[in-house]
């Protein structure tokens, strides 16, 4: 079999979202005998160089990317070899230029401009826009995201995304949307949106999520 390796991955370097140290990550995914390990923070890389020194500690090769919101939708961007590494960080210098502190966006003519040797993860589920993506972005590479975190409606969801994709003729990639290293760490990601939305955890329970699936799995 071909070893799993995460592309889709927040370190606490993502504010309020990720629960663990890039060099946690990076020694969880050696546990588990992961080859590879991206870092995909949203809307910028600053765990880059302590997550590439653990890296290098534990025999796992890095990816270096970020998770950026394009028109409203998140995408997953990553340098396709490590020496692309300034590809992201050039797309991301505009996503925050005129946005408040923090965040980030652009738009699929700005990512298409600042393409780069990137490849592309999107979990949307607007099949016209799937199908635009490919030639919007000059014959790139655009993954469509599949997550499977054992709620009781992933199984149909999944079924209904992986056939759209393949009406639309896109590859698919399994990526697990991890937010913490191990599943104790549930409990303080609970802690992260609470405060995000400014509430306490009963408060914020609409907004959290049913289980402590986020973790890094081989």
């Known amino acids: 079999m071909n070893p799993y390796v995460e592309l889709h991955c927040h370190s606490n370097f993502s504010f309020l979202d990720?629960?663990?140290?890039?060099?946690?990550?990076?020694?969880?995914?050696?546990?588990?005998?992961?080859?590879?390990?991206?870092i995909t923070d949203r809307g910028g890389v600053y765990g880059a160089v302590r997550f590439l020194?653990?890296?290098?500690?534990?025999?796992?090769?890095?990816?270096?990317?970020?998770?950026?919101?394009?028109?409203?939708?998140?995408?997953?961007?990553?340098?396709?070899?490590l020496r692309c590494y300034s590809n992201p960080c050039r797309l991301l210098t505009l996503a925050h230029a005129d946005q408040p502190k923090v965040e980030a966006r652009a738009t699929l003519a700005t990512l298409s401009e600042h393409r780069g040797d990137?490849?592309?993860?999107?979990a949307t589920d607007d099949e016209a826009r799937l199908r635009e993506l490919p030639d919007a972005l000059v014959r790139a590479i655009v993954f469509r995201e599949l997550h499977?975190?054992?709620?009781?409606?992933?199984?149909?969801?999944?079924?209904?995304?992986?056939?759209?994709?393949?009406?639309?003729?896109?590859?698919?990639?399994?990526?697990?949307?991890?937010?913490?290293?191990?599943?104790?760490?549930?409990?303080?990601?609970?802690?992260m949106v609470a405060i995000r939305h400014r509430a306490t955890l009963d408060e914020a329970r609409p907004h959290l999520f049913p289980n402590a699936e986020h973790h890094l799995k081989s």
């Not at 990137?118 to 999107?122: A, H, K, R, T, V």
């Open 53 to 81: 020194q653990a890296c290098r500690k534990v025999g796992v090769k890095p990816l270096i990317g970020a998770t950026l919101e394009v028109d409203g939708q998140c995408w997953v961007l990553c340098a396709r070899i």
């Open 148 to 191: 499977h975190h054992l709620h009781p409606e992933d199984p149909w969801l999944l079924e209904g995304s992986a056939e759209m994709a393949r009406r639309c003729g896109a590859p698919v990639v399994a990526t697990h949307h991890v937010l913490y290293h191990v599943p104790e760490l549930r409990r303080l990601h609970d802690v």
């Open 118 to 122: 990137l490849f592309y993860l999107s």
């Open 18 to 38: 990720g629960g663990s140290h890039p060099a946690e990550l990076a020694f969880q995914a050696a546990e588990l005998g992961m080859p590879a390990l991206a």
